[in-house]
C-alpha cells in the first residue's frame, strides 16, 4: 500500500510561484502512475496533470499548460508540481494521486491519495 503525503502548499500572490511536493512511503511507488487533482469548496476534485512511472508521459489541463510543470524522482519517491504564474484561479487544495495500472483523468481510478495541500493565490 502505498501512503502518499503532499507538502509545499501556501499563500501566494497573483504571478507567483509554488512548488508542491508528494513524498510516497510504502509499496512499489517508483512504479506508479501520479496525477495531481485539486477541489474547491463545493467542487469536484479536478485533473491538473500527470506524470508516468517512467516519466516518459506527462500531460496537462488546457487552463495550466505552459505555466505548471510535472516532475519526479523515483529514487527519492517524491513526485513535484511547480506551479508559475499563479492565478487566483488556481485557489485549491491540490491533491497527488497513484496507481500501480491507471493512467488518466479520472479520480475514482486512482488507489492511493494523499491528504491535500492548500493553494491560495490572492489577487
Known amino acids: 500500500q502505498v501512503l502518499l503525503m503532499e507538502s509545499g502548499g501556501g499563500l501566494v500572490q497573483a504571478g507567483g510561484s509554488l512548488r508542491v511536493s508528494c513524498l510516497a512511503s510504502?509499496?512499489?511507488?517508483?512504479?506508479?502512475?501520479v496525477a495531481w487533482f485539486r477541489q474547491t469548496p463545493g467542487s469536484e476534485r479536478d485533473f491538473v496533470a500527470f506524470i508516468s512511472w517512467s516519466s516518459n508521459s506527462i500531460d496537462y489541463v488546457d487552463s495550466v499548460k505552459g505555466r505548471f510543470a510535472v516532475s519526479r524522482d523515483n529514487a527519492k519517491n517524491t513526485v513535484w508540481l511547480q506551479m508559475n504564474s499563479l492565478k487566483p484561479e488556481d485557489t485549491a487544495v491540490y491533491y497527488c494521486?497513484?496507481?500501480?495500472?491507471?493512467?488518466?483523468?479520472?479520480?475514482?481510478?486512482?488507489?492511493?491519495w494523499g491528504q491535500g495541500t492548500q493553494v491560495t493565490v490572492s489577487s
Open positions: 510504502g509499496g512499489d511507488f517508483s512504479m506508479h502512475n
Open positions: 494521486a497513484s496507481d500501480r495500472h491507471y493512467f488518466g483523468t479520472h479520480p475514482d481510478e486512482y488507489q492511493s
